[in-house]
């Protein structure tokens, strides 16, 4: 069994009630029907995605996740 690194994931709700999990860290995304399922999805892509990668560099602090509006020209 292999070590463990902590990451950070967003979780939003799509269109026809799927839900969208992404790895801030690392460009990898998975759907699922739930939050829980989104997740696991995640977990195990992030999984086979480091088979072959490195891991990165945990931050010294954690990302600061939050939401942002812009303005778009009418």
């Not at 999990?21 to 989104?38: F, M, P, W, Y």
């Not at 088979?51 to 778009?72: A, C, D, K, S, W």
């Amino acid at each position: 069994m292999g070590r463990t690194v902590r990451l950070t994931a967003t979780v939003n709700e799509e269109d026809g009630g799927l839900y969208c999990a992404r790895c801030v860290q690392v460009e990898v995304a998975c759907e699922g029907h739930s939050v829980d399922e989104a997740l696991d999805r995640l977990r195990q892509a992030l999984e086979h995605y480091f088979e072959r990668r490195p891991v990165p560099h945990p931050p010294q602090h954690p990302p600061i996740v939050v939401p942002i509006e812009v303005r778009l020209p009418d």
